[in-house]
């Protein structure tokens, strides 16, 4: 995005780490970043051959390294509370958890539906989210995080690592013209997955 990759801090920390630590430890402290880190290429990857149409295409996001930087250190944090926060029935990219254990629960579930004497009344529904990540509202995730009880500055800086984006689309090397975001989450940022499921915990709330 603006030219500077994990390498180059990798290889010039010891001259640039007191600059970075300090224009980070600001963000933390007053709960924004620059609106400059959050600049936003939009990379188009086809899903199938021969794509005809926008549906056709992953939008993925190329961040900059200092936005992610921030990124990862709230995901660390983050990361600390959110197996007591999540539902047990969510497995996708909690550590522990796999996939294989909702496989063996479906098979309990569907082999009860069909030979319990008490299946009477039972229902079974199978929801898909198309383009989950590009639908979930902000407000949805501010409410979550109040719900959570988080910290302000840190629900803040999070916040702000989500809203009031700057999208600039590259489509057959051409970038064109600027998109500011209104919803969702970015393919291609550490804490979309980790956001989303949080959100999706009041949906959980709901079929309950």
């Not at 899903?47 to 995901?75: E, G, Q, T």
Request: proline residues 3%; glycine residues 4%.
């Amino acid at each position: 995005m603006d030219g500077i990759t994990y390498s180059f801090f990798k290889a010039y920390w010891d001259i640039i780490k007191n600059d970075v630590w300090k224009a980070i430890l600001l963000c933390f402290k007053y709960g924004k970043m620059s609106s400059s880190w959050k600049k936003t290429f939009v990379i188009l990857i086809p899903k199938i051959n021969n794509p005809l149409s926008p549906s056709n295409f992953r939008p993925i996001s190329l961040c900059m390294s200092i936005y992610k930087l921030v990124a990862k250190i709230l995901l660390n944090r983050l990361m600390k509370v959110i197996h007591a926060l999540i539902s047990e029935e969510q497995i996708a990219f909690i550590k522990g958890r796999a996939i294989s254990d909702h496989v063996l629960l479906a098979q309990e579930f569907f082999h009860k539906f069909r030979f319990s004497k008490s299946k009477r009344g039972m229902v079974a529904a199978k929801l898909d989210m198309e383009q989950a990540y590009d639908s979930m509202a902000w407000d949805t995730l501010k409410q979550i995080l109040e719900l959570f009880g988080f910290p302000i500055k840190f629900s803040n800086l999070l916040m702000d690592c989500v809203t009031d984006l700057i999208f600039m689309i590259q489509v057959n090397g051409v970038i064109l013209e600027r998109i500011v975001g209104k919803s969702g989450f970015r393919q291609g940022c550490p804490l979309s997955p980790y956001l989303f499921i949080l959100c999706s915990q009041l949906l959980e709330k709901i079929w309950v």
